[in-house]
């Protein structure tokens, strides 16, 4: 929600201010990637976001719904470095990262690979979805 209310102002700006340079926007879904800062297993558990999938899945309850379209960490950096390259004679450019996630096929996975623990109700087979549909 924070990148719509961003382009809705920064659109107000480039209407009311007339600046000398160009105003792109990338929107990636929810970024999920390597996290250099998390060194280990038990970092994992507090310092990464990317967790809250398995959370989900083993009861822990999420304090929001999981994002139902992501984007690659490189594939983010790299659009935002191409776009503060860009000619400054081009036009403004505006670029959604992101792919739809279909959770319910990975519960089948799941259950092929930790069966027993599985049919023990370890793992619940849903996850609440906050769908974003993006319209070019």
Do not use: C, W
């Not at 990148?3 to 920064?10: F, G, K, Q, R, T």
């Not at 800062?37 to 970092?43: G, I």
């Not at 950096?77 to 000619?87: G, P, S």
């Amino acid at each position: 929600m924070a990148n719509m209310v961003e382009v809705h102002d920064s659109g107000e700006f480039v209407k009311t201010q007339d600046p000398s340079f160009t105003v792109s926007h990338v929107v990636p879904g929810y970024t999920s990637g390597r996290n250099e800062l998390v060194h280990d297993a038990a970092m994992t558990q507090t310092q990464n976001s990317s967790n809250f999938m398995a959370m989900d899945m083993l009861g822990g309850g999420l304090p929001m719904a999981i994002h139902g379209s992501f984007a690659y960490l490189d594939d983010v950096a790299e659009t935002h470095l191409r776009v503060a390259l860009l000619d400054p004679a081009t036009e403004p450019t505006d670029f959604v990262i992101a792919s739809e996630v279909n959770y319910t096929t990975i519960f089948d996975h799941i259950e092929e690979g930790f069966h027993k623990a599985f049919a023990a109700g370890v793992f619940e087979r849903e996850a609440e979805v906050f769908k974003i549909t993006f319209d070019s």
